[in-house]
């Protein structure tokens, strides 16, 4: 069965470090997506992207993070400058979205540690 | 701003008896709604799914029922297996393609 998946399963870095995190959709999916839950709380939509650009972001996506779609089958997640407060589970998603179908599909998500 | 709230943070129930899990929303532009399982470590798992024009959508051992005047769901799980212990999260968007607003999650034991 298809399956999203991410690398790394973990990635430490130092505050102000630049990290990508990367995403491999389902293949035929056209809406990619990336989450975060920082520990004890709930899952927080951060971007999603469709047709190659970035159709909604929330509040905490801001000029620090950036995504990207640098061949047909990856979708990454750039953080320019990390904070403590970054740290955090980053998840992707992907979805097909027929009709009004809104079924997203997640990857295993990669565990940020800022320190 | 918490637009999805599910208000029980944990539940036990008995192997083979019924699993009820709740979710309220506030934000009446919601028109789809998931409930999401997940295991520690690891990502959400799809489950199931319901658009605002139906009341009731059944896969298996799984029913979401929406009450969409009480701004109201429920999952139902029967019979309950020992394997659906993980925290289940309700999520809702507004339409198609958008962000996936979530719960804080019920964690499920279910007890031999």
């Known amino acids: 069965e298809p399956e999203v998946t991410q690398t790394p399963s973990h990635q430490v870095t130092q505050m102000g470090q630049e990290v990508i995190l990367r995403c491999v959709p389902i293949?035929?999916?056209?809406?990619f997506y990336w989450y975060r839950q920082i520990l004890g709380q709930k899952v927080e939509f951060l971007v999603s992207f469709y047709n190659n650009e970035i159709s909604e972001k929330s509040e905490i996506f801001d000029d620090q993070f950036s995504v990207e779609r640098p061949d047909g089958s990856n979708f990454t997640l750039k953080i320019r400058s990390t904070k403590l407060e970054d740290s955090a589970m980053y998840f992707c998603a992907s979805g097909e979205h027929s009709g009004n179908v809104n079924e997203q599909y997640f990857g295993p998500g990669t565990r940020l540690t800022v320190t | 701003d918490q637009q999805v709230k599910q208000n029980s943070p944990s539940l036990s129930v008995q192997e083979g008896r019924i699993s009820i899990l709740n979710c309220d929303y506030t934000n009446s532009m919601f028109d789809y709604f998931l409930w999401y399982k997940k295991y520690p470590a690891e990502g959400p798992t799809f489950l199931i799914s319901?658009?605002?024009?139906?009341d009731k959508n059944e896969d298996g051992r799984f029913t979401v029922f929406l009450n969409k005047s009480a701004k109201h769901l429920s999952l139902h799980i029967v019979p309950s297996q020992p394997g659906d212990s993980a925290v289940y999260f309700c999520a809702a968007s507004v339409n198609s393609g958008y962000a996936l607003n979530f719960g804080k999650g019920t964690s499920l034991l279910v007890t031999p």
């Open positions: 319901i658009s605002s024009i139906k």
């Open positions: 293949s035929n999916h056209l809406y």
